[in-house]
């Protein structure tokens, strides 16, 4: 604790007395000065002793006394020392009552007690709450450390929300929250998302406070992490703001978890190129291998259902969020996800099937999708770069690849479509039709059906309604003849013609399939 009014009250050697303000000794001596000038406000810092001998004051005047106390008392002045003896043989009774009304402690000093000897006290005071802050931080450092080698980052929690007497919680590159201690503080915790989400947005490193006296408690956030990108952060919850050997102990936790989070990206950068191998076994066709390389990383992951999910972009950091969204949803779920980066602008996850990281991809796609549709209504979010990611049906080891070319499949549909997310089911369980409204289909179909056309329009027959009918009726001519409301022979002459202006033949399941799909798309497309 720092020096206060009481314990210099109490120092043997100094003898002094409290005339006023008995009530408020306990606040804080942050320096003693000696000022015999008549206004010494302009010189102070707040948290003062002033020691006066009343050598250019007034000291029996109360307007005048009343004047400089309120001045005291503004400049956070905390407490007047008055030397009796050399100028006033007691405290004149004016200044005891002004200090009195305006509750600044005043503290009588006898003539055998030099001001320097105070200024000594205060001084050597200061330096042994310093000495014990700086102990306790050191202490408070091989706490941390000895708790971060044997149990982790939780470990290193528990020991920080301890020393500081509050509460801590580590949060992830996403914002979410990894771990918390005490346990009750996992709710306070998760209600700083936001504020931790906007601190990661900031340069690194960056640290800010939320909360203050209205609220249940003051938190200091602080990210971790050397790079451009934080990789986690760190919060405190405290009743008040932290003395200085909390403020030790806080930043060690910093350095500790910033050591960490390194030491994991060495990691992780291992863990990805294990990744990368065991997806290339898988599509190369060698399950067995792929396991025996993955042995315990990815759990049941290989052996259960799954997904496979491909995401490409133009710019890497639509990327970088789907895979923090997938990475930190399998995270706080204990869900094994397989994740490899083919290059800045690609991405291959293996998911489960059902599982919480496929649930966080569509997720992320669909506010992906939604800041698309803001950007081409006019509201520019900030968040308009292209992503489309394809999503594979449920397979197993043995079908990784029929899955991985799913997810490409899937992944061009969306590419053409100006979607975010596409899955292959969708695709299998819908029309073919959407997929006609390719440019390069319908200028085919175009191509082809434009002789047709161009006879229908001369008024000589209606080639183009009597083919799209017989084709329909799967070429019975009483049928379609009658849907077109023409006799049978009418229809046969017409089919000729479409022969003869095509050059093709209609016995020819080949033709017809064309045909067909040219007509769908000409229709499609009006």
Known sequence: MPPTLASLVHHSALKLTVRAGEDRLDVPVRWVHASELADPVPYMEGGELLLITALKLDAEDPKAMRRYVKRLVGAGVVGLGFAVGVNYDEIPQALVDTAGEEG??????????????????????IAADQYRSVTAGFAAQRELTKQALTDGPEGLLAALAAQVDGWAALYDAS????????????????????????????????????????NEDRVELHTLGTGRRPRAALAVGTESALGTAERYAVHSAIALLTLTTERSRS???????????????????????????AGDLYGGLLDAPFR???????DGDPLDGLAEA????????????????????????????????????????ATREAGRASSTAGEHTGDESELV????????PIAAAGAY???????????RRGRVLVEHERLAAGSVLPLLADDAVRAFAD??????????????????????????????????????????HTLRYRMRRVEEILGRSLDDPDVRMELWLALKATAAAE
């Open 175 to 214: 914002g979410a929250v990894v771990a918390t201690a005490p346990e009750w503080a996992g709710r306070r915790a998760a209600r700083l998302t936001a504020d931790v989400e906007r601190l990661r947005d900031r340069a690194a490193p960056a640290s800010s406070v939320v909360g203050g006296p209205d």
């Open 267 to 293: 990691l992780q950068a291992a863990h990805e190129r294990i990744g990368a191998a065991v997806l290339r076994l898988l599509l190369a066709g060698h399950p067995d291998h792929a396991r025996a390389v």
């Open 447 to 488: 191509g082809l059906l434009r002789p047709l056309a161009e006879h229908d329009a001369t008024g000589r027959g209606d080639l183009v309604a009597s083919l799209r009918a017989w084709l329909s009726r799967h070429g019975q001519w009483d049928a379609a003849a009658a849907d077109l409301g023409v006799h049978r």
């Open 308 to 314: 496979i999910i491909v995401g490409e972009s133009a």
């Open 405 to 415: 070319k799913q997810a490409e499949q899937a992944l061009s549909v969306a590419r």
């Open 104 to 125: 600044l402690p005043l503290l009588e000093v006898p003539r055998r007690t030099p001001f320097i000897a105070i200024s000594k006290a205060v001084s050597a005071a």
């Open 389 to 396: 990611v394809g999503l594979s049906a449920p397979a197993g």
């Open 326 to 365: 997938v990475e930190s949803a399998a995270a706080r779920s204990g869900e094994a996800v397989l994740v490899v980066a083919e290059g800045p602008e690609r991405l291959v996850v293996l998911a489960v099937d059902g599982g919480v990281a496929v649930e966080a991809c569509g997720e992320y796609a």
